[in-house]
């Protein structure tokens, strides 16, 4: 993180984009240099304000890299904390130190960029142990700080709130009443506990409801309603071999090896068989397209959402699992278990990271786009609209360092434009990877540039030059020794505010600037303030039997 090797992710120029706006506006959500003008509200935005709000001490790129640290160091905690549920101490360590080894998290890190995703899936699995002492005991203090966790957990990413929180929760909340029913408390019997879940629920849904009440509004007020954009993570995983190894080999790295005994060891423990179902549900999430199970559950959904974040839920499930079965391999077989153990684990993160040799996000990452900026900086420029064709990722590093507007953007659910939403098709700057649909609304733009003070177009592609000039555009410079050429059109009158609905009240920005990073603040103060009971201390005899552990486990 701190030699910023994730900065050529697919998403990570992205965060920073929607970090520098809440840097310059943090009260003000609309957005205008991408798609005329959008709103932030339609986006989650804990990490990227921690990044806006780093920034001021270390710059946007750098406090993107440390958010994305914390994230990732708060993992093996949260793993540690999430697995000592099913299984015993010993084991949750050995899962512990097994996610900092994932492939899953190595993709997501230094390929997709998903700053989000990494950084609300340990606070969900900090939440869990808290949801579940609450619903198994009635721990008001529990129930406090599950909910301080999961609304921190909301706040950063909708689709984790949405998908993730109840494959995660409802294998947990089964458990609770099968161990509630192991115990035979008549006080405590299973009716409570599901009772106990419904008020969790309610309050739950409440608090939701009011910390990202703008994000609820922006969604009932302009629903997503556009054409499905394509994604490789939705194809059938089996017939395309480079997809599959991209989206099931990496992720999964030597777990594939470990799966079956996974599989075996959780049916055969009743108290497993919760986390086996849980997971191979996200399992075949995670496979998109490969299974219609995703397309059957989800309907309209399957279309909208990407599965690679599915898979990464899928692998933490797992550690438990892996946990207790390490623990009786390096129990049973010392050395000779622990040697390949580690192996595997760091083959696992070496191949996701050199993965990237093979399949770079950015083709070419010598790419000098300060040329571009300084153009868009000087001589009122800026009062134009601009395109960049072929620039891919690199669109939300011009948007971040200059004050000119696009048409174009690099966040799907926002676009709000006709030429783009009617048209199977993301960004327009990739619009020959979409095939006819994406020229044709790279066409369409061209053609109503007057209307959107389209004057400016970049290519770094050759190929787009031909619909550039056909349009009435004329190249004006160079760039990067000929790699990036600037075409102009001089009719174009100068950008004016588009008109939308989709502008957020005063209100909203106001509480969008208050409750997401309030929601943190409560939480660490609820984690600081409410300390967790301190484990009961017990003397061993030594040497320690594997058995003198079993006490430790019920101890809290």
Known sequence: MLMQLPANS????????????????????WNEKWFAGFSQTTYPPLPQQWT??????????????LVQLFAILLLPVAVFRYARIWVDERAASYAAVASVFLGSLAMLVYQAGQLSTTFAAPLYLLAIPYIYEWVRAGDTRALLKGIALTLTAAVSHHVTLIFGSVLFLLPVLWL?????????????????????????????????????APYWAALIENPINQMPIPHASRTNLLLNPAWGMNYFVIPYGALIIALPFIVLRASREPRLRPLLLGFWLTFLFGLGGTTPIPRLLLGRAYEVLTYERFTFWATLMTLPVLGLLVSGWVEK???????????GAVASITLAVAWLTYRPINQ??????????DFLNHDNHDQYRFLALGFGSQLAKISTNTNAGTVDGDYNSARTLPEMTKYGAAQLTNSKYYGIPGMESLRAMLRHASQYGLRYIFIRDRYYEPIVVF????????????????????????????????????????????LPIGCSLFALWAMVALPDKRRIAQRFEFPVTPAAFGPVQEAR
């Open 10 to 29: 697919y998403d990570t120029n992205f965060n920073i984009f929607f970090a520098s706006h809440y840097a310059h506006h943090w009260f003000n959500p």
């Open 52 to 65: 806006a709000l780093i920034s001021y001490l270390v710059g946007l790129p750098m406090a993107y890299m």
């Open 176 to 212: 609770a009443i099968m161990d509630r029913n192991a115990e035979g408390d008549t006080e405590r019997s299973a009716t409570g506990v599901v009772a106990r879940a419904a008020v969790f629920t309610g309050m739950m849904a409440a608090g939701v409801a009011i910390v990202l």
């Open 333 to 343: 077989y010392g050395k000779r278990a622990a040697t390949p153990l580690w192996i």
């Open 364 to 373: 070419d990452v010598s790419l000098d786009v300060r040329p571009v900026i």
């Open 471 to 514: 349009g009435g555009w004329h190249k004006i410079e160079t760039y990067d020794n000929g790699l990036i050429t600037a075409w102009e059109k001089d009719d174009i009158p100068p950008a004016t505010k588009i008109e939308s609905n989709a502008v957020p009240p005063a209100w909203q920005g106001l509480a969008w600037g208050i």
